[in-house]
């Protein structure tokens, strides 16, 4: 059993100004109990990525049934990068039972990183019966913030498969023009995921501004062209 002396040198390191040696602490931390809780403080506001990520790793370390309530007790943080990796962490740990704690209001959460954590997430957790109510809930989001944003949701989308088209087509005529884009450049990633979102994004645009009905000729004719 790890002691208390033991947990505060392990807390001491993960403050360490050195963020090789807070990496380095990450890595070699064991599977005792006793360190959950210095690893989901240190989460909330560790500022690298690559620190962050292995105190994720960490944490799928310890005894799933004493990380798990602790990980979703972060969700209701204040803090919004507590919120972000404990998103992440659920998301690596992989219990079906949580995907319920991933709520609408996580998925609409206001700050831009948490709502593209629990976008991945959810496709990650949701169970099947659950994931068309999940892509009409993405869809809603269709036109958010700038472009990474936007393609972390086009991705979080486009896992779903044919499951979005229904709720991606309406949006094509949505009123917002930073929606039909968005819908447009989702769209043609769908139709080919291997294609650059940075030109799917300037393609929508350049198609938006035909109006709707040239759009789709446009569309039709790209379409014929392909299957010469």
Same mark, same amino acid.
């Given at each position: 059993?790890?002691?208390?002396?033991?947990?505060?040198?392990?807390?001491?390191?993960?403050?360490?100004?050195?963020?090789?040696?807070?990496?380095?602490?990450?890595?070699?931390?064991?599977?005792? @109990?006793?360190?959950?809780?210095?690893?989901?403080?240190?989460?909330?506001?560790?500022?690298?990525?690559?620190?962050?990520?292995?105190? =994720?790793?960490?944490?799928?370390?310890?005894?799933?049934?004493?990380?798990? @309530?602790?990980?979703?007790?972060?969700? !209701?943080?204040?803090?919004?990068?507590?919120?972000?990796?404990?998103?992440? =962490?659920?998301?690596?740990?992989?219990? $079906?039972?949580?995907?319920?704690?991933?709520? &609408?209001?996580?998925?609409?959460? @206001?700050?831009?990183?948490?709502?593209?954590?629990?976008?991945?997430?959810?496709?990650?957790?949701? $169970?099947?019966?659950?994931?068309?109510?999940?892509?009409?809930?993405?869809?809603? !989001?269709?036109?958010?913030?700038?472009?990474?944003?936007?393609?972390?949701?086009?991705?979080?989308?486009?896992?779903?498969?044919?499951?979005?088209? &229904?709720?991606?087509? @309406?949006?094509?005529?949505?009123?917002? $023009?930073?929606?039909? !884009?968005?819908?447009?450049? =989702?769209?043609?990633?769908?139709?080919? &995921?291997?294609?650059?979102?940075?030109?799917?994004?300037e393609a929508a645009k350049r198609m938006d501004a035909l109006g709707p009905e040239k759009a789709? !000729?446009a569309e039709a004719h790209k379409e014929a062209q392909a299957a010469c």
């Open positions: 059993m790890i002691t208390v002396s033991a947990v505060e040198r392990f807390v001491e390191v993960l403050g360490a100004g050195d963020s090789s040696a807070r990496l380095r602490a990450a890595m070699t931390v064991g599977s005792e @109990p006793g360190l959950v809780e210095a690893l989901l403080v240190r989460c909330a506001v560790e500022p690298d990525f690559f620190v962050r990520d292995m105190l =994720t790793w960490a944490l799928m370390r310890q005894p799933v049934e004493l990380t798990v @309530p602790k990980v979703l007790a972060e969700l !209701q943080s204040g803090n919004a990068q507590a919120r972000s990796q404990a998103l992440h =962490t659920l998301s690596k740990l992989g219990v $079906p039972s949580t995907w319920t704690a991933i709520t &609408p209001e996580l998925l609409r959460d @206001p700050d831009d990183e948490v709502a593209r954590t629990a976008w991945r997430a959810a496709v990650v957790l949701a $169970p099947f019966e659950e994931r068309e109510a999940l892509a009409a809930e993405l869809a809603t !989001q269709l036109g958010r913030g700038d472009r990474m944003v936007q393609l972390s949701l086009s991705r979080a989308l486009v896992a779903l498969d044919d499951l979005i088209e &229904p709720y991606l087509q @309406p949006a094509l005529t949505h009123a917002e $023009p930073a929606v039909r !884009q968005h819908a447009r450049a =989702t769209l043609m990633l769908l139709r080919d &995921p291997d294609a650059a979102f940075a030109a799917d994004v789709a !000729q």
